[in-house]
């Protein structure tokens, strides 16, 4: 639902980041985002091609790999991934216990940029 | 063709955002004031339980209101008529408050006349799950009539709050709310989360709230 700050976040990193560089072009970034995040990865490649016309970043592609919720037993300290639709049904596949805290699975990250 | 290089960037998207919410704590915590960020759907109950909340603490702590809302300040004007200062913040559009918007305000405050300020965010539970506001704590209002599946859509807000103020309990005669389930289903995902049952119609439930919130402010207090 926030998108669109959040594309224009990226580019502002992206596009720092690329000047440094002194880059002709960025082709690729990278992004990390948890499993939690109710990000629509499509609507980040829509916003970023409309915000990033006439930049260093124009025709990015934005790659995104979702890291997995985890959560950690607090009987036994096993950390182990949840599939956010079954986060109401926690077990820890080592001991069964149904008590765990949430670890991560909130991620935002830029990992990074591909550029010529 | 040119070679591509790779450029490590391994930069938060929001690092901008999170360091403005830990410089907002920061002054906050010199000043003595504590900041709670109030979230919940439209039709919650954010205004009432602000309104319940202020009574509470009146002759406690001193009060302000932080109002966010997309576009208008009918929410601002009730708070004004429980003779509590209030800043409306209108976000045209915006669907959350971060730490920028909330900065924008507490220029508008005088810390040192303040124990205790509370954002009422935008009504929505995804986008303000997402955004640190700088606030001391987090709480989110689940209305009855919402239903109690909500922790199995919305997991990430439930694991950003400190507590959760299940609102208008004197529906449950007519609704179909499991509590017990809800209690369960918000506790996987949060076992230190705490749970107040409230009705603001009724005054139900109102004191146990007052009272943690009390405690969470005089142990901030003591401890900054």
């Known amino acids: 639902m926030h998108e669109l700050p959040v ?4 580019l502002k990193v992206v596009l720092r980041h690329a000047e440094e560089a002194k880059a002709g072009k960025v082709v690729r970034v990278s992004l990390r985002i948890g499993e939690l995040s109710d990000i629509i990865e499509e609507w980040l490649q829509r916003y970023f091609d409309y915000l990033s016309k006439g930049t260093l970043a124009e025709g990015a592609v934005l790659q995104v790999e979702r890291t997995p919720v985890i959560f ?19 077990a820890c596949p080592s001991c069964g216990g149904g008590k765990a805290t949430f670890v991560s699975g909130r991620e935002f990250f830029i990992k990074n940029i591909e550029v010529i | 063709m040119a070679d591509i290089r790779l450029i490590e960037i391994k930069e938060e998207i929001f690092a901008d955002n999170d360091k403005l919410a830990g410089e907002i704590r920061e002054r906050l915590r010199e000043k003595e004031v504590f900041m709670l960020n109030l979230m919940a759907s439209p039709g919650g109950g954010k205004t009432s339980l602000i309104v319940q909340t202020l009574r509470g603490m009146k002759d406690h702590f001193r009060t302000a209101v932080i109002e966010g809302d997309i576009d208008s300040i009918v929410d601002a004007e009730k708070v004004a008529e429980e003779g509590i200062p209030a800043v409306q913040l209108r976000t045209g559009g915006a669907c959350h408050l971060d730490a920028v918007m909330v900065n924008m305000a507490l220029q508008e405050m005088n810390f040192d006349d303040l124990d205790l300020i509370i954002i009422e965010n935008i009504g929505n539970l995804v986008c303000p799950a997402e955004f640190d506001t700088g606030a001391v704590r987090n709480v989110m209002i689940l209305s009855v009539p919402e239903g109690d599946d909500k922790p199995l859509k919305y997991p990430l807000m439930f694991t950003v709050c400190d507590a959760i103020v ?25 076992p230190k989360i705490k749970i107040f049952e409230v ?14 919130l009390r405690n969470e402010i005089t142990a901030f207090k003591k401890s900054a």
């Not at chain 2, 005054?203 to 709230?209: F, T």
Request: charged share 30%.
């Open chain 1, 72 to 90: 950690r037993c607090e009987d036994c300290g096993e950390s182990f991934p949840v599939k956010v639709r079954e986060v109401h049904d926690i």
């Open chain 2, 199 to 212: 009705s603001c119609k009724t005054g139900e439930g109102i004191p146990a709230w007052i009272k943690w």
């Open chain 2, 166 to 190: 299940v609102n208008k309990v004197d529906y449950l005669a007519i609704a179909d709310f499991d509590m017990a389930a809800l209690k369960q289903r918000v506790l996987k995902l949060n």
């Open chain 1, 7 to 10: 594309t224009e976040n990226i």
